[in-house]
């Protein structure tokens, strides 16, 4: 296989070492049959149908062309600039040259949205001419749990992708998943008419993630239970600023908590929103959701910082909705925070796996109270998982998608806050401070300010009392504002004492 990889790297620029071993098993496997490959996200599914037509070419002699039915744009645009002009995309107004490239088969590589190809009459008759008959046609579903997902509703063209089994009578198959569960994939057969298939898979769960699962209280108004995750998350990126760790905060119940997040980040960061001059491009957190997926222009600045080197990238949160990331390659992230839970087991592990995908060490944690699981939209597995106590949670997530045993054979280095008490530490926040204590900190301030007779505006007064407990440390106390060294500490003591008395309470 290593001189395909040569001639891989040598066609489309790129610096491939060698296949995976499964990638190699998917290639051979899919030239005989139909293949589901379920294989974490970041493992490189894309290379084993972007390779295929090379092998075909320098093995079997063959001429081949792969279509690839993909569900989102970003994908697709990707893929274009990767794979340059062995590629097209079926669209509903697509130019001439396209058309006719099209029509006599001179392209390896055909991307399209199911909506453009699947019931497109002239798109069929072209696909059943010779230019497609006389050589090897492959389809690749990409993203196939959208099969069974988005089947019934959203999207339901999803089942009707059976159809070019009639088409392309010849073609194999390849369905290109992260997660899928052992029923999932039973019914991802049923539902494409796949025939002889081959399951190559590995546990889902990524090495490299640690998984926390931690509570957050049941308190009302709802907004207060979420102050828990977005106020100490947003106080330590004003502390550690360009050393913070990329994260993303996925916010899976409902678009307002995104818009209240990024109330919340306004709040605690003040200037600090911004890293340098106060522009667009220079905010530290932003957020994403389906009406931005639709702008190109705050959508493209979003992938671009996400996947750029974060020591140079000044975006260091993005508080987004389920619409972020999929199948994009966001090379940096390293930590998932979802604010509440997924829906399904399946979204949690794609949206999980967006971290650590540089094969650093990688966190994700989970938020949950009982409000949450008891959301008829949220599946028992969810709710099982949240709930759980004694089980390792890598092996509850491997035995979900069918891997029993799997993952006790595992070493896994830093596995779960259920393997390892002390990974939760981290993240049982403190309180948010209520209206009331942060009264009695600024009444505190106020005096001692006064006695002190110490030129302070009341702005900045206000600012110490509701982001107390950032200026427990004197240091970002002295960082934030004009003052000596004695009167950092001092004040710093008084916020510290009084946090004390509030948090034993
Ligand atoms: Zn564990």
Redesign the pocket.
């Known amino acids: 296989m290593d001189n395909y990889v040569k001639l891989y790297n040598e066609e489309f620029g790129m610096d491939i070492c060698s296949l995976k071993s499964l990638q190699e098993r998917a290639i051979n496997s899919i030239i005989k049959n139909d293949v589901i490959c379920m294989l974490p996200t970041g493992y490189g599914k894309s290379l084993i149908y972007e390779i295929l037509p090379i092998v075909c070419r320098e093995k079997l002699k063959r001429d081949a062309c792969v279509i690839v039915l993909e569900p989102l744009n970003v994908i697709i645009q990707q893929q274009m600039l990767k794979l340059g002009s062995k590629a097209l995309t079926l669209s509903k107004n697509m130019c001439e040259t396209w058309m006719k490239r099209l029509e006599c088969g001179d392209c390896s590589y055909i991307f399209c949205h199911p909506e453009n190809i699947i019931g497109e009459k002239n798109i069929y008759t072209i696909l059943s001419k010779k230019a497609y008959s006389s050589k090897l046609v492959f389809i690749v579903v990409d993203e196939a749990h959208c099969v069974i997902q988005w089947g019934l509703e959203y999207r339901p063209i999803y089942r009707e992708i059976k159809q070019l089994r009639s088409v392309l009578p010849h073609a194999n198959i390849l369905a290109l998943t992260a997660t899928l569960s052992l029923q999932g994939q039973k019914e991802l057969q049923k539902y494409l008419l796949m025939r002889n298939t081959d399951i190559i898979a590995t546990p889902p769960s990524k090495d490299n993630i640690s ?1 926390i699962v931690v509570p957050r209280p049941f308190i009302t108004p709802v907004q207060k239970t979420y102050d828990y995750v977005f106020q100490p998350v947003f106080l330590e990126l004003k502390k550690k600023g360009q050393d913070f760790p990329l994260t993303i905060i996925y916010c899976s119940g409902s678009m307002d908590w995104v818009g209240y997040g990024i109330e919340v980040a306004w709040k605690v960061l003040g200037d600090d929103m911004y890293a340098g001059e106060k522009k667009t491009e220079n905010q530290r957190v932003v957020m994403y959701h389906s009406s931005i997926e639709k702008g190109d222009e705050v959508k493209k600045i979003i992938y671009t910082n996400l996947s750029t080197n974060p020591s140079e990238s000044p975006l260091k949160i993005v508080i987004a909705t389920i619409a972020l990331g999929m199948g994009a390659d966001l090379r940096h992230v390293s930590q998932v925070i979802h604010a509440g839970p997924p829906k399904s087991m399946e979204a949690y592990i794609q949206q999980t796996g967006r971290a650590g995908r540089d094969g650093t060490q990688a966190t994700a944690v989970l938020f949950w109270n009982k409000s949450d699981i008891g959301r008829p939209d949220v599946t028992q597995a969810v709710k099982d998982y949240c709930r759980n106590c004694d089980n ?4 509850l997530i491997d035995s979900y998608f069918g891997f029993g045993s799997a993952s006790s054979d595992k070493n ?1 280095p830093i ?2 806050d ?2 390892d008490s002390n990974l939760k530490n981290d993240w049982l926040f403190t309180p948010p401070l209520n209206s009331l204590q942060i009264h009695a900190i600024r009444t505190a301030i106020q005096s001692f300010v006064k006695i002190q007779k110490i030129q302070i505006s009341s702005m900045c007064v206000e600012s110490l009392a509701s982001n107390a407990s950032y200026y427990v440390n004197a240091e970002n106390i002295l960082k934030e504002f004009k003052l000596s060294e004695t009167i950092a500490n001092a004040l710093s003591s008084i916020i510290s004492q009084l946090l004390e008395i509030q948090i034993s309470k």
Request: charged share 20%; aromatic share 0%; glycine share 0%.
């Open positions: 998984l390792c949670r890598r092996s896994v596995c779960c259920i393997c």
